[in-house]
């Protein structure tokens, strides 16, 4: 056979062949459009059934990791990993003081509604009144062990009350504006914002509810601004703490059910106007 002819035969051979493969080719996106186009069409014929699947779907690959979810109402332990330094200091702060579950503490800050100097007979005046209410309630027993709620850190405020009841309140009425303290040795002759501190065990629940209810309380006054006639004060604690933690949940959680109704609706007021 003459060279030429075997040539011509293998080009012939190339071209078949490209045109086998050029014809499955086609046949494949035949195949694959046709599928589209049913995918297409069963989607337009049920759209909202489709709406509802594809939301199924993807809330349900979204929810997986609820499987190990753990819900934490202490706003410390959902900021502290187990193997953490604060974790490790609470522990060990729980051991010196004999604790078995941590306890509640709050902070209770006092400014003159005038911005002046709180060391003054009616701006401390205010402070200890409030102080003693407060401590009523943290020293009350616990029915079931019969510890004081406060136990064993009972006096941390001790220092400001002695020095409060050290004043020569004589001594202040007569002096110009009561800043000046005959019988006071001290150098401070000014404060603008005093802090206590209170301690309250959160072994049980009666220990628990009832400090809630007193901080939640103070908070609400503190917001009024009318409890103290002379003196503002700011309440800063765990229970308000993990309370406006879980204000915050909610209402984060309606805000997203109030969007996901609104994107439903947008999604669904074309079906109903078509």
């Known amino acids: 056979m003459p060279p030429t002819s075997t040539a011509t035969q293998g080009n012939m051979e190339a071209i078949m062949a490209e045109f086998a493969r050029q014809q499955q080719q086609m046949a494949s996106n035949t195949g694959s459009s046709m599928f589209n186009s049913l995918a297409a069409g069963a989607a337009a014929a049920h759209q909202q059934q489709q709406t509802i699947n594809s939301f199924s779907v993807v809330v349900g690959l979204l929810s997986v990791h609820l499987a190990n979810l753990k819900i934490e109402h202490d706003i410390r332990a959902s900021f502290s990993p187990a193997n953490s330094r604060a974790t490790y200091e609470n522990r060990v702060y729980k051991e010196f003081f004999n604790l078995t579950i941590s306890p509640q503490r709050s902070f209770i800050l006092f400014s003159a509604k005038d911005a002046g100097s709180m ?54 009425d007569q002096l110009e504006n009561g800043e000046v303290f005959a019988s006071n040795n001290s150098r401070i002759v000014s404060v603008k914002t005093i802090i206590l501190w209170y301690f309250s065990r959160a072994d049980t629940t009666e220990l628990k509810s009832r400090l809630r209810k007193a901080t939640l309380e103070l908070f609400e006054s503190a917001k009024q601004g009318k409890r103290l006639k002379y003196v503002d004060f700011q309440i800063f604690g765990d229970e308000i703490a993990n309370s406006e933690m879980v204000r915050g949940a909610i209402e984060a959680q309606f805000l997203c059910l109030l969007a996901l109704c609104c994107c439903l609706c947008s999604l669904h007021s074309p079906f109903i106007t078509r």
């Open 119 to 172: 060391l003054r007979l009616d701006q401390l005046g205010d402070v200890q009144r409030l102080d003693q209410e407060f401590m009523s309630v943290l020293r009350k027993q616990d029915s079931s062990s019969g510890t004081n709620g406060c136990d064993p850190l009972c006096n941390l405020n001790v220092p400001f009350q002695l020095i409060s009841d050290e004043y020569d309140w004589s001594t202040i």
